[in-house]
């Protein structure tokens, strides 16, 4: 198993290496959802929630068109899902059994679905990452188809037949499977869908622990999507178990996602849970319930069934002219009825549309109206009030400009007569201080002079006693 899990991411990395294939083509991670076979899902959004390593996308293709979807355990070596729409079915079926050899050899050189028998020996590892003819041969189970060659039209039978679309079913059970989804599918699916183009389908499997030769998983539960995106769009689920084979339970996509895929969100858009609705939903889970009362009162009592089954089908082709009759009387009946409420309704809604419109423009008139008078009359007091203030705002601009006038014209003169009038004083003040310095200008020159005149006399006192003591002898104390 681990060695499996290895060789599934080796063989992921190296996908983007390989261009597409004519008849399948294995889509790698760095790719969008499916590539071209997105158009097989609502609004091209493939499932969310299928993360592990193990689950390889496949764009089946044959004659170089895509035909479905696939999503491949290479664990469980079965589909988890086929999604596809719903085709008028062929009227012969060619089984066509082919492998997928990029799977187990990323490397080889083939590039398109092939038979097994041809590239024995050719392709390493063979049969490690899916399921071949030889895991089927005598162990009680066959190829049950997911995406069932009869829900489609030659091209794409044709293409159903490979093994990456099978999983191992008793041949009962995918008797039972198949006769199952192609009644519920043609007879409740289909008439609810008005754009049969747009009525998408997912057929999956649940794996279990049990294993055919201890490789390929047997589901233990077998499901089916549909989704009808237009116009109202809606969807439903119908789940089969595998050790029941009469079995077979609808219910909402959410609680088949709750109770079978959890972490898994099937649909987007007008199929989601909130946006879908509820009548064409309850219309189409009545019309399936229909349709399996039916079917489990015929497997209640396969004898009695069987006894009697000349006797109704004469009695049906007796009374089927009548019944259809009555069911066209009914149908124009109903149609009529319909057609007449219909009529009634239009008038009543045109008379009531153009009285509420006459009624709500003459409301709107009326508001208009009052709304403008009121905005003339508030608009009175506040344009006088504007105007008054605008007036007495000016009058004040003038007294001010006239008393910066004056101000200017007086503040000339006044100056000069202030200045003229300070000049005696400023005068008069400065006579004692010219008085003082002269003053102090004489005595301080007799002073000079006195000193003067002390000095020179000094000088020559001086000198004087300088020559009498150079050139007079000095007198002995003898003499």
Same mark, same amino acid.
């Given at each position: ?14 996908? %983007? ?23 097989? $899902? ?20 044959? &004659? =170089? ?16 899902? %086929? ?8 009227? &012969? ?40 003819? %030889?895991?089927?041969?005598? %162990? ?105 084979? &009469?079995?077979?339970?609808? /219910? ?8 079978? /895929? ?5 649909? =987007? ?54 019944? =259809? ?7 124009? $009946? ?55 203030? &605008? ?24 100056? $000069? ?17 010219? /008085? ?44």
């Amino acid at each position: 198993r681990e060695w499996t899990m290895k060789t599934s991411v080796v063989f992921l990395l190296c996908l %983007s290496v390989f261009p597409g294939f004519s008849q399948g083509r294995v889509v790698g991670e760095g790719e969008t959802g499916f590539a071209e076979c997105n158009v097989f $899902f609502p609004g091209q959004f493939p499932p969310e929630g299928f993360t592990e390593p193990f689950h390889v996308r496949i764009c089946q293709q044959y &004659n =170089k068109e895509p035909r479905f979807a696939t999503l491949y355990s290479t664990r469980d070596k079965i589909p988890l899902y %086929s999604a596809f729409k719903y085709t008028k079915p062929a009227q &012969n079926e060619e089984e066509n059994w082919l492998v997928e050899p990029q799977i187990d050899d990323p490397e080889n050189d083939l590039q398109e679905m092939v038979h097994e028998a041809d590239i024995i020996g050719t392709v390493t590892n063979l049969g490690a990452n899916q399921a071949l003819t %030889s895991d089927y041969v005598g %162990s009680g189970y066959e190829r049950g188809l997911l995406n069932p060659s009869l829900l489609n039209e030659e091209d794409f039978q044709m293409a159903t037949y490979t093994l990456t679309n099978a999983v191992p079913l008793s041949p009962s059970l995918s008797k039972s499977w198949h006769r199952d989804i192609r009644k519920v599918v043609e007879q409740a699916l289909v008439p609810h869908c008005s754009k049969k183009d747009h009525l998408y389908l997912l057929a999956g499997a649940i794996p279990s622990s049990v294993r055919v030769k201890g490789k390929v998983s047997v589901p233990e539960t077998l499901w089916l999507a549909a989704c009808c995106d237009a116009p109202e769009g809606w969807s439903l689920g119908l789940v089969k178990k595998v050790n029941d084979e &009469n079995s077979l339970e609808d /219910l909402t996509v959410g609680e088949m996602e709750k109770q079978l /895929l959890a972490g898994v969100h099937l649909f =987007k858009g007008t199929c989601g849970e909130d946006n879908q609705s509820q009548e064409k939903t309850e219309a189409i889970m009545q019309a399936v319930s229909q349709i399996r009362s039916g079917e489990q009162v015929g497997t209640s009592d396969n004898q009695e069934a069987k006894s009697s089954g000349f006797v109704r089908r004469v009695a049906g082709i007796i009374a089927t002219p009548f019944i =259809k009759l009555l069911e066209l009387l009914i149908y124009v $009946f109903v149609e009529l009825v319909k057609f007449v409420f219909y009529f009634l309704w239009l008038v009543v809604k045109r008379v009531v549309g153009t009285v509420l419109d006459g009624v709500y423009s003459l409301w709107t008139g009326v508001i208009s109206y009052l709304k403008a008078i009121s905005m003339v009359l508030i608009s009175i007091p506040y344009d006088m009030g504007r105007v008054i203030i &605008n007036i007495f705002l000016g009058f004040l601009q003038i007294i001010q400009d006239v008393a910066f006038l004056i101000y200017r014209i007086l503040s000339i003169p006044v100056g $000069f007569v202030l200045h003229l009038a300070a000049f005696p004083y400023h005068s008069i003040c400065a006579i004692p201080s010219v /008085l003082k310095d002269m003053a102090t200008g004489i005595g301080g020159t007799f002073s000079l002079v006195i000193d003067a005149t002390a000095a020179l006399l000094h000088g020559f006192y001086y000198l004087a006693g300088h020559i009498v003591k150079r050139f007079v002898p000095k007198v002995s104390s003898d003499d």
